[in-house]
C-alpha cells in the first residue's frame, strides 16, 4: 500500500490552521485515520473543532479516529478505565449523527456490547444506551457474515430484540409487549430464532399482566419451536396457578399421553402428583408416589421403599398400573364430552366428531389413548384441549385422549 505523502496539509495547519476548507480538513483527518496515525488524527480533529467551526466534513472521520483508538477494544481494556471508554463514546455521541458514514451507531453497539458482558447486567443504563439509537434510522437489510457467506440479523432486528429482552428483563411487560408488537409489523425476515423467542417473550409478559388467552395463543403457536421449552407445561403451571384445575390438567394430560413412559421426565409426574392432589384423586396420587420412588431407587438415589405394596414390580409395571387408574378415571381430573365421529379419513387418519352442540370438532387418530380402529359413527369421549392452526395462523381446539364408548 502506498503512503500518502501528508506533508503539505501537515505544513499548513502548521501555519495557518484557519485556512483550511471543509474538503481538505476531512482528507486530512481521513488520511491520517487510514494510514493508522490515530493519535495524529485525534490531534488535528480537535483542533479543527476548537479553531474552526465553521467546518463540519471532517467530524465522522474525526470521531472514527476516536473509537479505533478507545472505543473498538477488548472488554478487559474497557475494564481497566470504564470512565475513559464512556467518556470519549458520549463525546462521539455528542457531535455526530446517527446517520450514514458515521460512528454513531457503532459507538452505541460498543457500549451495549460491554454492559451486556458485565454480571449483573445493568439494566437501567443497558435500556438508556438502547434508546440511544433511533429506530427509524436503522436499516432494516440483513447483515451479511462473510466467513460463513450467511445472512445475519440486520441493524433493526438485533434492536428490537434487545429492546423486547431489555424490557421483560425489567418486569417492564406492557413495554415487551408494545415492542414485540412493532417488531413482528416492522420486520418480516428473522434470524437466529428472533422470531419464536420474540413471541416467547411477548406470551410470557401478557400471562404476566393477567392476560392468559392472548399468552396461551403464542404458547400454543410455540409448542416444539423452542428447545428445552414445554409450552404445556408452561400452561399447566399457569392455570394450575389460577386454580382453573380443569384446563391446567388437559394440558398435563395431553402432554403425559404424549411422553410415554419416560423416567426422565420426573417434572411431569410431580406435576400430576400435584394435580392428583388437588383433586384429592388420592388412588393415583399412591400410584404416582410410588413410581416417583421406584424410579429413584433405580437410579441408586435410596436403596429401600417402606410399605411398597408392590415391592417385585419395577418402574415401569407401575407406570402401566397408575396409566390403567388415570384412563379409568379422567372425569377426576379434566373435562369429558360425549360425541360421535361423522367423519373419518383413514389414509390421513384424521376426522370429525359431531358435538352435544352440533358443532363438529377435529380429531387425530394418534390421539386416542388405545390404539382402535376408528369407523365412522362412533360414539367416544374426549377432552377439548386448545390447539393452533399454522397455515391459518389461528388458535383453534381439538378432540384428545380419545376413548371409545361404543359403536352406533
Same mark, same amino acid.
Not at 423486547?164 to 425489567?170: I, N, S, T
Given at each position: 500500500?502506498?503512503?500518502?505523502?501528508?506533508?503539505?496539509?501537515?505544513?499548513?495547519?502548521?501555519?495557518?490552521?484557519?485556512?483550511?476548507?471543509?474538503?481538505?480538513?476531512?482528507?486530512?483527518?481521513?488520511?491520517?485515520?487510514?494510514?493508522?496515525?490515530?493519535?495524529?488524527?485525534?490531534?488535528?480533529?480537535?483542533?479543527?473543532?476548537?479553531?474552526?467551526?465553521?467546518?463540519?466534513?471532517?467530524?465522522?472521520?474525526?470521531?472514527?479516529?476516536?473509537?479505533?483508538?478507545?472505543?473498538?477494544?477488548?472488554?478487559?481494556?474497557?475494564?481497566?478505565?470504564?470512565?475513559?471508554?464512556?467518556?470519549?463514546?458520549?463525546?462521539?455521541?455528542?457531535?455526530?449523527?446517527?446517520?450514514?458514514?458515521?460512528?454513531?451507531?457503532?459507538?452505541?453497539?460498543?457500549?451495549?456490547?460491554?454492559?451486556?458482558?458485565?454480571?449483573?447486567?445493568?439494566?437501567?443504563?443497558?435500556?438508556?444506551?438502547?434508546?440511544?439509537?433511533?429506530?427509524?434510522?436503522?436499516?432494516?437489510?440483513?447483515?451479511?457474515?462473510?466467513?460463513?457467506?450467511?445472512?445475519?440479523?440486520?441493524?433493526?432486528?438485533?434492536?428490537?430484540?434487545?429492546?423486547?429482552?431489555?424490557?421483560?428483563?425489567?418486569?417492564?411487560?406492557?413495554?415487551?409487549?408494545?415492542?414485540?408488537?412493532?417488531?413482528?409489523?416492522?420486520?418480516?425476515?428473522?434470524?437466529?430464532?428472533?422470531?419464536?423467542?420474540?413471541?416467547?417473550?411477548?406470551?410470557?409478559?401478557?400471562?404476566?399482566?393477567?392476560?392468559?388467552?392472548?399468552?396461551?395463543?403464542?404458547?400454543?403457536?410455540?409448542?416444539?419451536?423452542?428447545?428445552?421449552?414445554?409450552?404445556?407445561?408452561? $400452561?399447566?403451571?399457569?392455570?394450575?396457578?389460577?386454580?382453573?384445575?380443569?384446563?391446567?390438567?388437559?394440558?398435563?394430560?395431553?402432554?403425559?399421553?404424549?411422553?410415554?413412559?419416560?423416567?426422565?421426565?420426573?417434572?411431569?409426574?410431580?406435576?400430576?402428583?400435584?394435580?392428583?392432589?388437588?383433586?384429592?384423586?388420592?388412588? $393415583?396420587?399412591?400410584?404416582?408416589?410410588?413410581?416417583?420412588?421406584?424410579?429413584?431407587?433405580?437410579?441408586?438415589?435410596?436403596?429401600?421403599?417402606?410399605?411398597?405394596?408392590?415391592?417385585?414390580?419395577?418402574?415401569?409395571?407401575?407406570?402401566?398400573?397408575?396409566?390403567?387408574? $388415570?384412563?379409568?378415571?379422567?372425569?377426576?381430573?379434566?373435562?369429558?364430552?360425549?360425541?360421535?365421529?361423522?367423519?373419518?379419513?383413514?389414509?390421513?387418519?384424521?376426522?370429525?366428531?359431531?358435538?352435544?352442540?352440533?358443532?363438529?370438532?377435529?380429531?387425530?387418530?394418534?390421539?386416542?389413548?388405545?390404539?382402535?380402529?376408528?369407523?365412522?359413527?362412533?360414539?367416544?369421549?374426549?377432552?377439548?384441549?386448545? &390447539?393452533?392452526?399454522?397455515?391459518?395462523?389461528?388458535?383453534?381446539?381439538? &378432540?384428545?385422549?380419545?376413548?371409545?364408548?361404543?359403536?352406533?
Amino acid at each position: 500500500m502506498t503512503k500518502v505523502d501528508l506533508s503539505g496539509y501537515a505544513k499548513k495547519f502548521e501555519d495557518d490552521v484557519t485556512s483550511f476548507n471543509d474538503y481538505e480538513a476531512t482528507d486530512y483527518v481521513r488520511s491520517l485515520k487510514n494510514e493508522g496515525l490515530l493519535d495524529e488524527a485525534i490531534e488535528v480533529g480537535s483542533t479543527f473543532r476548537s479553531m474552526c467551526p465553521n467546518l463540519k466534513g471532517y467530524i465522522n472521520q474525526y470521531g472514527y479516529a476516536l473509537y479505533n483508538k478507545h472505543i473498538n477494544i477488548p472488554v478487559n481494556k474497557i475494564s481497566e478505565n470504564e470512565f475513559l471508554f464512556f467518556s470519549f463514546a458520549n463525546d462521539i455521541l455528542g457531535m455526530c449523527k446517527q446517520e450514514k458514514y458515521s460512528p454513531y451507531e457503532v459507538t452505541v453497539n460498543r457500549m451495549i456490547k460491554y454492559i451486556t458482558s458485565q454480571n449483573p447486567i445493568n439494566y437501567d443504563k443497558y435500556l438508556e444506551t438502547l434508546k440511544l439509537l433511533d429506530p427509524k434510522l436503522l436499516s432494516d437489510q440483513p447483515l451479511l457474515i462473510k466467513e460463513r457467506n450467511q445472512e445475519g440479523e440486520s441493524p433493526l432486528e438485533r434492536w428490537y430484540r434487545q429492546m423486547v429482552k431489555v424490557h421483560y428483563d425489567m418486569q417492564n411487560y406492557k413495554d415487551c409487549i408494545t415492542y414485540a408488537n412493532n417488531a413482528l409489523a416492522m420486520i418480516h425476515n428473522f434470524h437466529y430464532r428472533n422470531l419464536q423467542w420474540i413471541k416467547y417473550y411477548r406470551a410470557c409478559s401478557q400471562v404476566a399482566l393477567g392476560n392468559y388467552e392472548e399468552g396461551q395463543r403464542d404458547f400454543l403457536a410455540l409448542q416444539g419451536q423452542i428447545r428445552d421449552i414445554n409450552f404445556y407445561e408452561v $400452561l399447566y403451571t399457569t392455570y394450575s396457578s389460577l386454580n382453573d384445575d380443569k384446563k391446567a390438567n388437559t394440558f398435563l394430560l395431553y402432554d403425559l399421553y404424549q411422553s410415554g413412559y419416560d423416567v426422565t421426565k420426573t417434572d411431569l409426574f410431580n406435576n400430576l402428583l400435584k394435580a392428583c392432589q388437588k383433586a384429592e384423586y388420592t388412588a $393415583l396420587a399412591d400410584l404416582v408416589s410410588l413410581f416417583l420412588k421406584k424410579v429413584e431407587k433405580e437410579a441408586g438415589k435410596i436403596t429401600e421403599i417402606e410399605n411398597d405394596p408392590y415391592a417385585n414390580e419395577d418402574s415401569g409395571i407401575i407406570y402401566d398400573r397408575l396409566m390403567e387408574e $388415570l384412563t379409568a378415571h379422567l372425569d377426576k381430573l379434566v373435562e369429558r364430552v360425549q360425541g360421535k365421529v361423522i367423519y373419518y379419513n383413514k389414509e390421513k387418519q384424521f376426522g370429525n366428531i359431531k358435538t352435544p352442540q352440533d358443532d363438529t370438532i377435529f380429531f387425530r387418530q394418534a390421539d386416542y389413548i388405545y390404539d382402535e380402529e376408528v369407523q365412522k359413527y362412533d360414539v367416544v369421549e374426549y377432552t377439548v384441549i386448545p &390447539a393452533y392452526d399454522r397455515k391459518k395462523d389461528e388458535q383453534t381446539s381439538r &378432540a384428545v385422549l380419545l376413548t371409545l364408548e361404543y359403536s352406533d
